[in-house]
């Protein structure tokens, strides 16, 4: 596709329940990120993927998220036993590799939001 | 906290004045990247400016940084209403680490 897609755009979820968030990349793009955004903060780091592995996951705050891309394309960002507090809009981004001297194509996010 | 810091957080100016938006960050950099975000969605890439470089230009949008101060700036000129938007740094630290770190952000609005 032209841009990085993001499904769904929004999402409403009870608390403790199971949510899915997918990202499809730019086609040819090998690094893939996930960010959080809270209202009125700036995009806070979660997890990147260098093709299909984890290559820093250091932002993921608990052990309740995990992501994967199994194919080095779609990642798929999992959240388990939802909180109120998970409630944020969720971005990815992919770019043509990490690091260096290349930019980030974002998505327009899903908004997640735990009642 | 991973964020940078922005300032101001926001700000509110006239139609065809100068904006200018500030940035610090804690550690060594690969380059610093700008980002515009309309209504809380998908972030827009501006400008990137690397660590070697003092300052860069792109239409009426001016990027400076001064890694000695671990700051950088950006001063959109002639602004226009479509400007309206948060504004975002962000850090690729250098040293292998490849994810980019945002600041807070600055709130701009421009008034007609």
């Known amino acids: 596709g032209a841009g990085v897609s993001q499904t769904p755009s929004n999402k409403v979820t009870e608390k403790g329940k199971y949510v899915e968030l997918r990202c499809d990349p730019i086609?040819?793009?090998?690094?893939l990120y996930w960010y959080r955004q809270s209202l009125g903060q700036g995009p806070e780091f979660l997890i990147y993927?260098?093709?299909?592995?984890?290559?820093?996951d250091s932002g993921l705050p608990n052990d309740r998220f995990f992501a994967v891309r199994p194919e080095g394309s779609v990642s798929t960002l999992k959240i388990q036993r939802t909180e109120r507090g998970d409630s944020a809009v969720y971005l990815c981004?992919?770019?043509?590799?990490?690091?260096?001297?290349?930019?980030?194509?974002f998505g327009q996010g899903t908004r997640l939001t735990v009642v | 906290s991973q964020q940078g810091e922005e300032d101001p957080q926001a700000l509110s100016i006239q139609e065809g004045e100068n904006a200018t938006m500030n940035c610090s960050y804690k550690?060594?950099?690969?380059?610093l990247q700008w980002y515009r975000q309309n209504s809380g969605r998908g972030l827009v890439h501006l400008i990137l400016?690397?660590?070697?470089?003092r300052e860069k230009h792109s239409g009426r949008l001016r990027v400076t940084l001064d890694t000695s101060k671990k700051s950088s700036s950006l001063l959109i000129t002639a602004s226009r209403a479509a400007d309206t938007a948060s504004y975002f740094c962000?850090?690729?630290?250098?040293?292998?680490?490849?994810?980019?770190?945002f600041g807070a952000g600055t709130r701009l609005a421009v008034h007609p």
């Open positions: 993927f260098q093709g299909t592995g984890a290559a820093d």
């Open positions: 400016i690397r660590s070697n470089e």
């Open positions: 086609s040819g793009h090998t690094a």
């Open positions: 981004a992919s770019s043509l590799r990490a690091g260096g001297y290349t930019e980030a194509f």
């Open positions: 550690t060594s950099i690969n380059n």
């Open positions: 962000a850090s690729m630290f250098s040293g292998g680490y490849n994810k980019l770190i």
